[in-house]
Structure formats: structure tokens, C-alpha cells
Nanobody, 119 residues
Framework: QVHMVESGGGLVQAGGSLRLSCAAS????????MGWYRQAPGNQRELVAV???????KYADSVKGRFTISRDNAKNTVYLQMNSLSPEDTAVYYC?????????????WGQGTQVTVSS
């Protein structure tokens, strides 16, 4: 089991920045990937960014060049630096951790943190 605690959401004006954090605990030795998803009202949950153990990262096209995902492996924490925010980025942001044990992948979700961008 992996447990996560998210922080860093809030209200910001368009053009502003926020930094989300997600600290993992539990079976952290098994972590394969850490990332962020978001879900706006009426929309499906979508990938924002993911960091895979080994160093590769992936971003949604809509956030490329504005958002940066990073990890502190010593703290088992993943960050999402969000710059040049727009109202379209308003959503609940969820931390996601994928563990890999014995060839089996399991996904864990944080409780979500609200990000609201005002115009």
C-alpha cells in the first residue's frame, strides 16, 4: 500500500503560479511512477504529467512549456510547478502513484486538491 498527502492547491489569478506537492509513504520501495491528473466539472479525469522511475517524464499537450513535474526521491515526493495558469486549468488535481511489485502494477490516488484560476 502507498499513501499520499497532497498540498499546494488554491486560488490564483490568471498568469499566476502554484506548486503542488504529493508526499508518499508506505510501500515506497515499489514506486514505478508518480504523476498528476486533473478533473474539471463535467470532464473526465485526464493526465497532466507523470514522472517514471528512471527519469522519463510525460506531459499533456495543454500544459507543455507551462508545467514542470519533478521528484525528490529521498523524500518520496512529487511536485508540480504550474506557471502561466489560465482559467482552463481550473480543476481538482489528483496525485497518482503506480507501484510495481512482482510484475503487478497497482495505482493509488491522493484525495485531490482544488486549483482555481480566476480571469
Amino acid at each position: 500500500q502507498v499513501h499520499m498527502v497532497e498540498s499546494g492547491g488554491g486560488l490564483v489569478q490568471a498568469g499566476g503560479s502554484l506548486r503542488l506537492s504529493c508526499a508518499a509513504s508506505g510501500s515506497v520501495f515499489s514506486i514505478h511512477a508518480m504523476g498528476w491528473y486533473r478533473q474539471a466539472p463535467g470532464n473526465q479525469r485526464e493526465l497532466v504529467a507523470v514522472s517514471i522511475s528512471g527519469g522519463s517524464t510525460k506531459y499533456a499537450d495543454s500544459v507543455k512549456g507551462r508545467f514542470t513535474i519533478s521528484r525528490d526521491n529521498a523524500k518520496n515526493t512529487v511536485y508540480l510547478q504550474m506557471n502561466s495558469l489560465s482559467p482552463e486549468d481550473t480543476a481538482v488535481y489528483y496525485c497518482n502513484v503506480v507501484s510495481l511489485i512482482g510484475g503487478r502494477f497497482d495505482a493509488y490516488w491522493g484525495q485531490g486538491t482544488q486549483v482555481t484560476v480566476s480571469s
